[in-house]
């Protein structure tokens, strides 16, 4: 009977730590003001970043559409000119870490240097793996990072677009769970 309940016990603890929803992780330079931001605008598609960016566009769109959703729920405008306040940049992991590397050099995030950067999940490096969505916005005059989040999507090959689309929306809206309010 002791190892019977042993078993269920620990079948338990394995299932509920499987369920446990992860967090989702940011870094920000703390002498931004983030209160005074109004507008935003993304990336252009034809940039540099989707050159090596290899993600299709629906995948784009469906980014896209939850990262301004999320965006409006901040309270900032989209501006589709060169006088927003910040531009917002992503990119899917997809284990080719030279080209992360180019897109941290294109956003100006040093991942090494990151240390400088207020964590608000209190690690000293953001977890960088396969799947994960990273999602940066750029200070328009620094042309530089100034917030950064990742999560990992777990998006599987067999999902349809919806599941896809719902995957995405709760990892934006878990990302921006960690934008600085103040």
Not at 30 to 41: I, P
Not at 97 to 117: A, H, I, M
Not at 148 to 172: F, G, H, I, T, W
Request: hydrophobic content about 35%; charged content about 25%; aromatic content about 12%.
């Amino acid at each position: 009977m002791p190892l019977r309940l042993f078993s269920l016990l620990f079948f338990t603890l394995i299932l509920s730590a499987c369920s446990v929803s992860q967090v989702a992780k940011a870094k920000y330079q703390k002498n931004f003001a983030f209160s005074q931001l109004k507008t935003y605008r993304l990336m252009e598609r034809d940039s540099k970043f989707s050159e090596f960016q290899n993600i299709n566009h629906i995948l784009r769109n469906n980014i896209e559409l939850a990262l301004e959703q999320q965006l409006d729920k901040q309270g900032l405008s989209y501006l589709a000119e060169e006088t927003t306040d910040v531009i917002v940049s992503y990119y899917v992991i997809d284990g080719n870490f030279k080209q992360l590397t180019r897109y941290d050099k294109g956003v100006n995030f040093c991942r090494f240097c990151d240390s400088f950067y207020y964590s608000t999940s209190g690690q000293k490096n953001l977890p960088m793996q396969r799947g994960s969505l990273v999602v940066d916005l750029i200070d328009t005059k620094t042309k530089r990072s100034v917030w950064r989040s990742v999560y990992p999507l777990k998006a599987k090959v067999k999902d349809n677009s919806m599941q896809v689309k719902e995957k995405l929306d709760s990892a934006v809206s878990m990302m921006f769970d960690q934008f600085p309010k103040t």
